[in-house]
C-alpha cells in the first residue's frame, strides 16, 4: 500500500455517506488501484478538485455529440430517416446525460491503469 511511503503527516479529513452499493464499488476501486479504501478517495477527491470546469465543459459538449451521431447513425442503419423531432428528442436526451457521461468518463480515466482505459468500445448501455 502507497500510505507506508507517505512522507506528509495528514491531519485533516473529509467523509462522506455511501450507499452498500455505493461503497462497494468503493472498495472495488480501490483495490483494483492496490489502494485502501481511504487513499483511493483522497485521491479522487484531491484530482476532482484539479479539473477545470472547461475541461468537463468541452468534454460534455463533445460526448453529447457522440451520442447524437451514432444514434442517428443507429437510426439510419435502422432505415429510419432523421426528422425534426427525432433530432429535438436526440438533443434532448444528450443535453440531459452529457455532464454524467463526462464524469464517469474523467472518473473511470483517473482510477484505470492506462492499458485498461482503452478496453471498453464506447458503446456502453445509455449512450
Known amino acids: 500500500m502507497h500510505g507506508l511511503r507517505r512522507r506528509k503527516t495528514l491531519t485533516g479529513s473529509a467523509t462522506a455517506k455511501l450507499t452498500s452499493a455505493e461503497e462497494n464499488l468503493v472498495r472495488e476501486a480501490a483495490a483494483a488501484a492496490g489502494?485502501?479504501?481511504?487513499?483511493?478517495?483522497?485521491?479522487?477527491l484531491l484530482q476532482a478538485i484539479h479539473t477545470g470546469p472547461e475541461t468537463r465543459l468541452v468534454l460534455?459538449?463533445?460526448l453529447a455529440l457522440r451520442v447524437i451521431?451514432?444514434?442517428l447513425h443507429l437510426d439510419?442503419?435502422?432505415g429510419?430517416?432523421?426528422?425534426k423531432e427525432r433530432l429535438s428528442e436526440l438533443f434532448s436526451q444528450a443535453d440531459?446525460?452529457?455532464y454524467s457521461l463526462a464524469d464517469k468518463r474523467i472518473l473511470a480515466f483517473r482510477s484505470e491503469p492506462v492499458s485498461g482505459a482503452a478496453r471498453g468500445n464506447g458503446m456502453e448501455a445509455g449512450q
Do not use: D, F, M, Y
Request: hydrophobic share 35%; glycine share 0%.
Open 96 to 98: 440531459a446525460t452529457k
Open 35 to 44: 489502494l485502501t479504501k481511504s487513499e483511493w478517495c483522497r485521491q479522487v
Open 76 to 78: 439510419l442503419i435502422e
Open 80 to 83: 429510419q430517416e432523421p426528422t
Open 69 to 71: 451521431l451514432l444514434r
Open 60 to 62: 460534455s459538449e463533445l
